[in-house]
């Protein structure tokens, strides 16, 4: 489709803005082997633009999901009309939020870089370029639901059920890629029964938390991990321990002066040894 097209001229005219800048900062970088706080601020806004930049490719390469699948699709039979659904449904919502994340992180982006002490007006400029990116990926996406809802009614003419994503099969995904996470201070986590308060014994072999045997997890916060790729915690980087086990090099953690992200580059290697997030707030 057109629209599509014209996005990926914007997306590569915003890469193009967006690289420069990389290249400046390295520059910088060389020239000054200690990092002052002035960079160390540059480094983590830019960290935080290249993940919006890398969800905008994400949601394009969705998008020409959709068209591919919605393409043609009164000559298919009926189990794989049922299937598409399904597909199309879950590239939709992926889109939703991934684009929902991205509006967060440059808004808070924008507001902490407005407020430092290091503020860095060719940021703000770049800032400005992603959010007319975003605002205008949001209006196509708008459209694309649009198209979306009409073909709906064709694949529900051409089955046997009304409801494409029948009921066991979204029950079945629910669980299949829920996940959960929670974050507080020490003794938050311990009185609602998450921590429990280690012997000094523990502490000479270089324990700091241990995890209860049992908690309630409906004191979680909870997630898809299909489309949760970060999650924004209003606290500076150096305050904050993961405790759980997730594995290595499936995300970071990113953050300025006030606030982190943790960036999950790989969903499922990140839940794979535990479902369940624990971050103390040191």
Not at 73 to 94: A, H, Y
Not at 167 to 189: C, H, K, M, P, W
Not at 253 to 282: A, P, Y
């Given at each position: 489709m057109?629209s599509?097209?014209?996005?990926?001229?914007?997306?590569?005219?915003?890469?193009v803005?967006f690289f420069?800048f990389?290249?400046v900062?390295?520059?910088?970088?060389?020239?000054?082997?200690?990092?002052?706080?002035?960079?160390e601020?540059?480094?983590?806004?830019?960290?935080?633009l290249?993940?919006?930049?890398?969800?905008?490719?994400?949601?394009?390469?969705?998008?020409?999901?959709?068209?591919?699948?919605?393409?043609?699709?009164?000559?298919?039979?009926?189990?794989n009309?049922?299937?598409?659904?399904?597909?199309?449904?879950?590239?939709?919502?992926?889109?939703d939020?991934?684009?929902?994340?991205?509006?967060n992180?440059?808004?808070?982006?924008?507001?902490?870089?407005?407020?430092?002490?290091?503020?860095v007006?060719?940021?703000?400029r770049?800032?400005?370029?992603?959010?007319?990116?975003?605002?205008?990926?949001?209006?196509?996406v708008?459209?694309?639901?649009?198209?979306?809802?009409?073909?709906?009614?064709?694949?529900?003419s051409?089955?046997?059920?009304?409801d494409v994503?029948?009921?066991f099969?979204?029950?079945?995904?629910?669980?299949?890629y829920t996940?959960?996470?929670?974050?507080?201070?020490?003794?938050?986590?311990?009185?609602?029964?998450?921590?429990?308060?280690?012997?000094?014994?523990?502490?000479?072999?270089?324990?700091?938390?241990?995890?209860?045997?049992?908690?309630?997890?409906n004191?979680?916060?909870k997630?898809?991990?299909?489309?949760?790729?970060?999650?924004?915690?209003?606290?500076?980087?150096?305050?904050?321990?993961?405790?759980?086990?997730?594995?290595?090099?499936?995300?970071?953690?990113?953050?300025?002066?006030?606030?982190?992200?943790l960036?999950?580059?790989?969903?499922?290697?990140?839940?794979?040894?535990s479902?369940?997030l624990?971050?103390?707030?040191?």
């Amino acid at each position: 489709m057109d629209s599509v097209a014209l996005s990926e001229r914007r997306l590569r005219a915003a890469g193009v803005v967006f690289f420069a800048f990389l290249l400046v900062l390295s520059a910088c970088s060389q020239e000054q082997q200690k990092k002052d706080p002035r960079q160390e601020h540059i480094e983590s806004m830019m960290a935080i633009l290249a993940q919006v930049q890398k969800n905008l490719g994400r949601i394009q390469q969705k998008e020409a999901v959709v068209e591919r699948l919605s393409t043609g699709i009164e000559g298919r039979d009926t189990t794989n009309v049922k299937q598409i659904g399904r597909d199309i449904s879950s590239s939709i919502r992926f889109i939703d939020s991934t684009l929902a994340a991205s509006k967060n992180l440059i808004k808070k982006l924008e507001a902490e870089n407005r407020t430092s002490s290091y503020r860095v007006a060719s940021l703000d400029r770049l800032v400005s370029e992603m959010k007319v990116a975003l605002n205008t990926k949001d209006s196509e996406v708008t459209a694309l639901k649009g198209q979306m809802k009409n073909l709906n009614k064709q694949i529900s003419s051409l089955t046997a059920t009304v409801d494409v994503l029948d009921r066991f099969i979204q029950d079945q995904e629910v669980q299949l890629y829920t996940a959960y996470y929670i974050s507080g201070t020490f003794n938050d986590l311990v009185a609602k029964g998450i921590l429990v308060r280690i012997n000094p014994l523990e502490k000479l072999f270089g324990n700091e938390y241990r995890l209860a045997s049992d908690f309630n997890v409906n004191l979680f916060k909870k997630v898809d991990i299909t489309e949760t790729r970060d999650l924004f915690f209003d606290k500076p980087l150096s305050s904050l321990k993961i405790i759980t086990p997730h594995t290595a090099g499936s995300y970071e953690l990113v953050g300025g002066k006030t606030s982190s992200i943790l960036l999950i580059r790989n969903e499922n290697d990140f839940w794979q040894k535990s479902r369940c997030l624990v971050v103390v707030i040191e």
